[in-house]
């Protein structure tokens, strides 16, 4: 069990499986936040890391994302592992775009997608969530109004399944930060996340 981090009771009737995006592993300060605050009697939240970041973890040196399939695939080992009778998958920018391909065919309860990275930064036409359109999993796209893989002027235009709905986060970038100006702090951000991603939850 050291590959993975769990918070919140054993006998949850729910259970959230929750990973990382590319740049950072399942003990960054947002990923904290967000586990720590939903967990509790009602939800469990299993925290993971694909093998690349494993490898990181265990020498210090820092190396690009696995390829698709592998990701892919620990997605699929991780939910047969953890398995739940109300399981929903939940990542990471792009940890939640890996769950989000393989979400129908593991029929979790729900999807939970954090900042997802529908274009990269610059580069709209590179666009990364044509699948979204067509998805059967009921799913909670989480947003910052302002991120640069998907703001929320772009997402409007997007052709998204009438099953995801959008929780749209003040101000917030990428990593869900807010600019000073905008009178709201990453902490309000990030708890605001937590109370949506539970009515998310306890409400399917």
Not at 38 to 64: C, N, S, W, Y
Request: with cysteine.
């Amino acid at each position: 069990m050291s590959h993975v981090l769990i918070n919140g009771a054993d006998n949850a009737p729910n259970r959230v499986l929750l990973t990382h995006g590319a740049g950072a592993g399942m003990e960054h300060a947002v990923m904290s936040s967000l586990a720590l605050g939903l967990a509790d009697e009602q939800i469990q939240v299993i925290r993971f890391e694909f093998p690349f970041m494993r490898k990181t973890r265990a020498d210090g040196r820092k190396r690009p994302p696995d390829r698709e399939p592998a990701l892919l695939d620990c997605w699929r080992e991780m939910a047969a592992e953890f398995a739940h009778p109300r399981l929903f998958l939940a990542g990471k920018s792009m940890g939640g775009r890996m769950a989000s391909l393989v979400a129908d065919e593991l029929a979790p309860a729900g999807l939970i997608l954090l900042g997802f990275p529908f274009t990269p930064p610059g580069k709209p036409d590179r666009f990364r969530g044509q699948h979204l359109a067509t998805l059967a999993t009921p799913t909670l796209l989480v947003q910052g109004e302002r991120d640069n893989f998907g703001n929320r002027e772009a997402v409007a235009a997007y052709d998204l399944a009438p099953g995801v709905k959008s929780l749209w986060v003040k101000d917030g970038d990428h990593g869900f930060s807010p600019r000073k100006s905008s009178g709201t702090t990453l902490e309000r951000n990030l708890a605001a996340i937590v109370a949506g991603m539970r009515r998310f939850v306890l409400a399917r």
